[in-house]
């Protein structure tokens, strides 16, 4: 009994070394190895989503782009396997709500909807800004590079970057298409050629009026600006006022020009609503501002001139078209927040080539290049339009506004010059003034 166990054992080990040399040489040597089993520990979904389970706060602005990316965040959702809260507020509640929450130190939220022109240099000098410098230069595939230069410009502070462009815009010439053809008028490519076209066109007798802008005291700098630009001029330079040069005091002059000679009554009053609603009721020839407002020009519920909307380059001045070319919105990340690489993986994404596509698609003008030449990037928008931002991307001036801490006591001033001149004041005395108070408040930031 004892000899026949012993053989049976030793038939079934040969066995086993035969179908395993039978194994390894296969047919042919060509038999695959077994898979390994991952590693005693080893999360396989955690390794694919290193952020499975975390939770991101959000907040975002009542704004079409933050619509966008609401509705885009399921995708955002199934690719990471984090949670993300979203709170939207009002433009001045969600700045209010910011400097209340990163004044007490809070971690929350992550990432939010700033506005760069406004907030990103106050932001970053309390130290509420986390720098995305690293983030966004080490990952080759995000490509910073595609970004237009001029918006990576308004999102830089002290040389570091302060957020993520998702909005840009930039200024340029609204003109009626029928009246330019009828009174046989090419389309203004100069600043005198601007004025002659507005004047042959006014009628004031008939409420048609040759040239309609901003010409309340805060709201027209960031259109002034512009036309400083153009004539060589900005609001300072190496931290000392520039108002008051030759040159400013030029591009205010020219602006002043347009709405005091060809401009409606009660232009003292008017923001943009009030502005472009002069030109969408028919009664402009000519409506200088930003290219983010163009849909109110041609809503047929609210415009009379919906089909006969011209879009233009900003006119040249004697240093050529230098128009604002700005990011209005970005995203940052709180400095305090409590996992800065899962809220720059947010960042990422919504900033993508891919959803920056699909925002764009939803009629958000967008800061990288890439999409902007393809053909799906501008479906969204008017055909000259789009031609013209296209082209308005390359080039610019990185700001809008005098980049100060304090924009709102900024603006006063120097908006009090254009304002001084439309009632009849003398513009380099008014000039002069506002570029000392301008400087005392550049000198009280800097602790003069």
Known sequence: MKNRLNRVLSIGLVASMSMGLLAAC???GNAQPKAQEPAKGTDTKAAAKPFEGKKLTI?????PWGDAIKALLPQFEEKTGMKVDVQSFFEDQLSQKLTVQFTAGSATPDVFM???LQEAKLYY???????LDEY?????DYDLADYSKASISTVTVDGKLSGIPT????????YRKDLLEKAGIPVPKTMDELEAAAKKL????????GFVARGQRSALVTQVGSFMYSEGADFMKDGKATINTPEAIKGMTIYTNLLKNYGPPGVLNMSWPQAIGVFAQGKAAFFADANSIYKNAIDPEKSKVADKVGYAQFPAGSKGSQPYNVTSWGLAMNSKAANKDAA???IKWATSKEITLQTQNKGNPGARLSVWDKPEGIAAFPKEWAAVAKEEQKGGVDHSLPPVNNVGEARDIIGAVVQKALTGEDIKAAADQANKDFQALIDKENGK
């Open 26 to 28: 296969g047919s042919g």
């Open 59 to 63: 907040v975002l602005a009542n704004h």
């Open 114 to 116: 700033y506005r760069p």
């Open 125 to 131: 000098k309390n130290g509420w800004i986390a720098p």
């Open 136 to 140: 966004a230069k080490k990952d080759a």
């Open 167 to 174: 909005i840009t815009e930039q200024h340029i010439l609204y």
């Open 202 to 209: 006014n009628d004031p007798k008939n409420e048609m009026y």
């Open 344 to 346: 720059w993986e947010f």
